[in-house]
């Protein structure tokens, strides 16, 4: 079988590993039937991540099970599932807690796509070993498209934790997003359904912001430090000067998400969060937990997360296409 390897800045290619099977009962083995990268994949094909090449990437795909083991009961093979990113037990006390990322059975950010935390490999690869099955897989529901879905695994339902729970305690809150890819742009569709009165999207890219305004969303190609209006603020840009801008914005009592990945330092203003009373929480997803809830909103009709896919490529692509610039792409092979 074949994983996509991260070999240096902007290149991948395919490298034959040995094939997978099930070695123990409460496994399972998987092919990704519509992977899509992660926002934070564009930062380490551009060369930004910590971790040196080369390693297996993605962690972001529908797939449809192989093979299980024999105490396997959640999934059988044939049913499509979403994979999330992080491994997890599902038993362990901080699993039961719903700190799925920070599982007590595996080593710290044990996860599909980079080499942290052991090596898992990763979900742009032919076949993927799933270890604790009826923990980590959660069925598609009836009726929902793999390549739309694809995000589920990580974006899409992390941009449903970034934003719901906070509009079932504050409905028709305010919503300020600064964004630079599909997290942000998930978030205006999910907060517009959710009852938002008001959305800003800030974003310079131009191609990002119509989306957004598909979503209707009010979109600016900047953020100026202005009033304290907004009571919830998401930024997914990965950059510390964005944040700071964020946090400004924030009425009093606000709320604000960082689902960037800061991978170089700054400075926050401590003083006006101090003031204004701001909530920050700068969070590693513990997706598995929500996947449920996110999956259960895509199938009410009530959102699209089907515009924010950019171009569906062909899986004997990906060594070519995936160094490219695309908003979220979405590979797709042949359900064998």
């Not at 807690?97 to 044990?110: D, I, K, N, R």
């Not at 606000?254 to 700054?266: K, L, Q, V, W």
Request: proline share 8%; with cysteine.
């Amino acid at each position: 079988m074949r994983e996509l390897t991260y070999v240096a800045k902007r290149t991948v290619e395919w490298r034959e590993v040995p094939d997978l099977k099930v070695e123990s009962a409460g496994e399972a083995i998987v092919a990704p039937v519509a992977a899509t990268p992660c926002d934070v994949d564009s930062s380490i094909l551009a060369g930004h991540g910590f971790i040196e090449p080369p390693f297996a990437l993605g962690h972001e795909c529908v797939a449809r099970v192989v093979e299980t083991g024999d105490t396997v009961t959640a999934v059988a093979p044939g049913d499509l599932v979403v994979v999330p990113w992080s491994i997890n037990c599902g038993v362990c006390d901080r699993c039961r807690a719903g700190l799925t990322a920070h599982c007590e059975a595996v080593p710290y950010m044990a996860m599909y796509g980079a080499p942290i935390g052991g090596s898992w490999g990763g979900l742009f690869s032919d076949l993927v070993r799933v270890p604790y099955a009826d923990a980590m897989l959660v069925p598609l529901p009836t009726g929902l498209d793999p390549v739309a879905m694809a995000s589920a695994s990580d974006n899409w339902s992390l941009a449903w934790r970034l934003v719901a729970p906070h509009l079932t305690s504050r409905p028709g809150a305010r919503v300020l997003v600064v964004a630079r890819g599909s997290i942000g742009l998930y978030v205006c569709d999910i907060a517009r359904a959710l009852g938002a009165s008001e959305v800003l999207y800030v974003d310079p890219d131009a191609e990002h912001r119509q989306i957004a305004r598909e979503f209707g969303a009010v979109t600016a190609e900047t953020l100026e430090p202005g009033p304290q209006r907004y009571d919830i603020a998401v930024e997914a840009t990965g950059r510390v000067d964005q944040l700071a801008l964020a946090v400004k914005c924030l009425a009093p009592e606000g709320i604000c998400e960082s689902a960037g990945n800061h991978f170089r330092p700054g400075e926050l203003p401590l003083l006006d969060m101090y003031l204004t009373g701001v909530t920050l929480r700068v969070a590693r997803d513990n997706v598995r937990a929500h996947i449920p809830d996110a999956l259960e909103l895509a199938a009410s009709g009530k959102v699209a997360p089907e515009k924010v896919v950019s171009h569906v490529i062909d899986w004997e692509d990906l060594p070519t296409a995936l160094p490219e610039k695309h908003t979220k792409p979405v590979f797709v092979r042949a359900d064998d």
